[in-house]
Each structure stands twice: as C-alpha cells, then as structure tokens.
C-alpha cells in the first residue's frame, strides 16, 4: 500500500513555545467547568438547594442530551464552515462556544432568582433549563473546535503529541484549580460560627462564589488563546469539499477523503465508540456519585468532597507519566486492559470492606490512577481511527461525545429513580445505595469494557470504505508490511496525556 502523501516527510516549522501555550490554554474554561459539573451538580441540587432526586437527575439528564445532540452536529457543521473573515472556522466556533459559557454557567450553580419555599420543583426545573442548555451548546462547540484545531496547527506527529501534552497539563490545572478552591472556601466559612460539618443550605454562596469565580479565570485564559492562537490557512484539499455534492473527481485527492456518512459505515467507528462510551460512563458516574458516596455512604464530613476528587485526579495525572513507555513494551490493548484491573480493584474494595481512615485515599488513587488510564487510551485510539482524516475530524469527536453523554445522562436518570428515599435527601437505606451505584458504575461497565476490548483484539481496527488505505494501528496483531506504520502511531498517540 502507498503512503499517503501527508506522511511526516516534510512536516512545516514547529509552533513557538509561546503558540502552544495559548492553543493549550483554550480549553481551560471548559475542563473546569467539567469539574464541577459532574462531581457538585448532584450535590448542590440535593444537600443544598434540597430538590428531589427525580428533578436533580433530570436536569442533568437534559444537560448530557443537549450535550449530546450538540455535539455531532457542530463537529459536522465545523466541518463544513469557512470561517468569518480572517477569522478561522475552528476559532469561531470557540469564540462562539465559550461566549455561551461564560453567560449562562453561574446561573446553574446559584440558587433561582424568582423561586420561593413554596414554589413547586417542576418551576425550578423550567428556570434551571434554558441556562444548562445554552452552557452545553458552549461546551460542545468549544470542545469540538479545540480538539479540531491541533491537526490543522501542526502536520507533524512529535507536533500533535506535543499539543495534547499541553492541553492535558491545563486540564490537570483546571481541576486541581476547582478542587483547591472548593476546599478552601468550604473551610474557611466565616459565616458559620458552628462550622458545619455537612452540606446544607448555608453552602449556597461557596458554590455560587465557586462558579464565578471558575468562570472569570476562564474567560482569562480563552482570552489568551484568541489572542495569541493563530490558525493557520487551510490547504487545498479542504477546499475539495465546499459541499457535500460537489464532485471530487475532477481533482485527485491527496489520500483516502472520508465524509461524515462514510465514517457511518465503518465498523470500526463502532467499536471505538461503545469502548468510549463504556470509558466515559466509568469516568463520569464514579465522578458524579464520589460526592454522595462520601457524604451518605461513608459519612464524611464535606470537605472530603473536595479532597477525595482532589487526590484522585493527581493520582491520575501522575499515572499518566508511566503510559507512554507502557504503551510501547506491552501495546495499545494491554494498557488499556491494566488500566480496567485497576479499576475492578477500586470496586472490589467497595464492595467486600467499608475503607476507615486513610484507606478513602488507597482508594481515591486506585480509581483515580484506573480511570486516567483508560480514558487517554481510548482518546488514543479515536486519534488513530481518525487517522489523516482531519478534515472530518470535528465529526468523529463529536460522535464519539454523542455515545457517551447519552449515555450518562441516561445512567443518572435511572440510578435518580432507583433511590430508596425518593422524598428525602437520605435514608438508612441510601447508606448501602450509593456504595453499590460506586461498585456497578465501575465494575459491572468495566467488565462491558473488557468484552468491547476482546472485540477490538479479533477484529482489529482498520477503515474498511472503498478507496480507503492504510491500517489504523490499534492492536499489536500486525502484518509485516504495517509493522512499521503501526510502530509510528504508537510513538504518535501513546502519549496524548
């Protein structure tokens, strides 16, 4: 098989320090905002505001669908889109994404403006809608076009990596940024001369100061990725495709042109997406419900919920060091495959011992070190499905986050329902509930993940469409003939973290 033509021969001048600091400091706001979304949403609607189990999980279920159904279509439409102006299309949907952001986020973590003891919880609901729809529209579209940008900042391997090292190093930032701020305005409550141990109505301005103050930070460092982030011209072959029936037989393109209806008839697309979807699901739920476990299940004080997610985080960053030189002496799968044990011992110990004491932070780092793991090898993965397909690159990205927002939203609608308590904020019942919603989302989907990645171990990935070239290097089951390819995207992805 010939190489394509955008091999690394001649891979352009490398972006100054200064450029990758600004492209990474782009998705700050976003990561931040992630943070507190799913580990205190749950917690602020329950403890604080004192909503019922059913309307807090369908406001986060209407946040993930909106997510969700947003996401795909801006990928498709970034895709299309030819920027305004001087104004690069990728950079204009960011500006556009975090413009949203920015107005509705505090609204979701203060209390209702217009609301009353009395005012019954379906008008909270209506209130809270619109500010969560329009701030996952923002997200979305600044998530698609951030992700979109490093294939066309950088034609380079080493280039690419380099980016996503950066943006991963602002992603840790960001987190630990929330988490430190959570735990220093939880402690330092002048306001509470009995200092109160647990969560409650009196914690309404740690969050609200919480979310305004994560998103003035943001709106810092989106400010210097517009400034400082240039994007570049785009070549010739995106030019090939104004529209979707324009034809492409006029003019030879460069390598294998695949649209958005032909990833659709991919079966790899589809393994790569249920291994996503099953990666975020352990992620996001053990985030969501770490909060309530802490709280109602083991009975800690609140600042726990600051320091577990805290510990479990920089376990997690720290973890990611060791991926790379993993990833090239056991492979791809393997990894990942180590990263899904590690996991399982998380719920192993929650299921069989009630851990006391310093034994929450052994497992903090076991599920922390686990779930780090997983996720930059299944964002690995997606990077190599994709390939030199970066003209639809924003599509697949945002299909991949399809799967799994409606996935978790779905998943946090049905454990809302499940509740033993569903007129009260906690019960005797809701002790044991939680500790097993830990175990369930982690072990009982990391076990679907394992089947999903035997799947991918017998049918390795590769882009099967007419016309397409190339194997996909996913697995270490290789021909001789792409041994050398394969070795290549190792080097590439293994260290997107």
Not at 9 to 34: E, I, K, T, V, Y
Not at 59 to 65: C, F, H
Not at 159 to 171: H, I, P, Q, W
Not at 442 to 463: D, E, N, S
């Amino acid at each position: 098989m010939a190489e394509s033509p955008q091999s690394p021969a001649a891979p352009g001048p490398a972006l100054p320090l200064r450029a990758r600091l600004s492209f990474a400091c782009g998705h700050f706001l976003n990561d931040a905002c992630s943070a507190l979304w799913f580990t205190y949403l749950l917690p602020f609607l329950h403890a604080v505001l004192g909503y019922g189990h059913g309307a807090a999980g369908a406001l986060l279920l209407a946040g993930q669908a909106a997510d969700g159904l947003c996401t795909p279509l801006l990928g498709f439409e970034a895709d299309r889109a030819h920027g305004c102006g001087r104004y690069g299309r990728r950079k204009g949907w960011h500006l556009a994404g975090t413009t949203c952001v920015l107005v509705s986020f505090p609204f979701v973590f203060s209390p209702c403006l217009a609301c009353r003891e009395s005012t019954p919880q379906w008008a909270a609901f209506i209130y809270y809608l619109p500010f969560i729809v329009i701030f996952q529209f923002g997200w979305a579209a600044t998530q698609v076009s951030h992700l979109a940008l490093i294939p066309e900042l950088v034609s380079s391997d080493h280039g690419k990596v380099e980016l996503t090292a950066f943006r991963y190093a602002f992603t840790v930032m960001a987190n630990i940024t929330v988490y430190g701020l959570t735990w220093l305005l939880l402690n330092f409550q002048t306001d509470q001369p009995d200092h109160m141990e647990h969560l409650g109505p009196q914690d309404i301005p740690v969050f609200r100061n919480l979310a305004l103050i994560v998103v003035g930070l943001g709106a810092v460092f989106s400010l210097i990725f517009h400034l400082g982030t240039k994007e570049k011209p785009y070549p010739p072959r995106v030019l090939l495709e104004p529209e979707e029936s324009t034809p492409l037989l006029h003019k030879e393109p460069p390598g294998p042109l695949l649209l958005w209806k032909d990833w659709l008839l991919e079966p790899s697309f589809y393994q790569v997406a249920v291994l996503y979807m099953a990666t975020r699901l352990i992620v996001n739920l053990s985030q969501t419900y770490i909060a309530m476990y802490l709280t109602n299940s083991l009975l800690l004080s609140k600042k726990y919920i600051a320091t577990i997610p805290l510990v479990m985080y920089v376990s997690g960053f720290l973890s990611s060091f060791l991926m790379k030189p993993v990833n090239k002496w056991i492979g791809r799968n393997l990894t990942y495959f180590v990263g899904i044990l590690v996991v399982l011992a998380f719920a192993s110990w929650v299921a069989l011992a009630r851990p006391v004491g310093d034994e929450i932070y052994g497992l903090a780092v076991l599920l922390g070190a686990g779930s780090a793991t997983i996720l930059v090898t299944s964002l690995s993965m997606t990077a190599d499905l994709i390939g030199t397909n970066t003209h639809s690159s924003a599509f697949v990205y945002g299909a991949m986050s399809f799967t799994d927002k409606m996935a978790n939203g779905l998943a946090v609608m049905a454990i809302q329902n499940l509740h033993p308590c569903p007129t009260e904020l906690c019960c005797p019942a809701c002790v044991g509930f939680y500790r097993w919603v830990m175990v369930l989302v982690t072990g009982g989907i990391a076990v679907a993940a394992v089947a999903t990645l035997c799947c991918i171990m017998v049918w390795p990935i590769r882009i099967r469409s007419a016309g397409a070239v190339g194997l996909q290097g996913l697995n270490s089951a290789r021909t001789p003939e792409s041994s050398t390819r394969s070795a290549e995207g190792e080097s590439r992805s293994s260290t997107i973290n």
